[in-house]
């Protein structure tokens, strides 16, 4: 099978870059969605970890305006990062969701058809992903 769409070898010209793909296996794709799992239940952990509750219980009981707007800006701040953070797992998942369908078209030997359906996207996607694979270096 081409490295590249339209290359008639195996073999990639010196020049050619290195494929995210080429350097992945079964085990890492599996790795690779635990750690954005991960990555998503840390930005979750900025609002839903129990303290930030207790913090606004406490401040409501408290009664105190100072406290409650310290509270107001930690909450602030912590949603802020959440903003932030979630803007990093879309980029990083973006990235991983296309490279792993290159591993499930190349060496999965699935369809575009079968990876577009179970991904829920377009197989128009699939084959521009298809067409233009991801570089190592080109990871967010």
Do not use: C
């Not at 009664?63 to 980029?91: C, I, N, Q």
């Amino acid at each position: 099978m081409a490295r590249t769409p339209g290359r008639q070898t195996n073999e990639p010209d010196e020049d050619d870059p290195i494929l995210q793909v080429d350097e992945l296996n079964l085990y890492d794709v599996g790795r690779t969605v635990q750690e954005l799992a991960a990555q998503l239940r840390g930005i979750a952990d900025l609002i839903d970890n129990g303290e930030l509750k207790r913090m606004i219980t406490e401040a409501d009981e408290i009664g105190v305006d100072e406290v409650s707007e310290h509270v107001a800006k930690v909450a602030d701040e912590r949603f802020e990062r959440t903003l932030t953070g979630l803007r990093s797992f879309r980029r990083n998942y973006d990235y991983w969701e296309r490279v792993i369908a290159e591993y499930a078209l190349t060496k999965r030997s699935m369809t575009q058809r079968e990876v577009a359906r179970l991904l829920g996207v377009s197989t128009a996607t699939i084959n521009r992903w298809a067409q233009h694979p991801v570089a190592i270096d080109a990871k967010p």
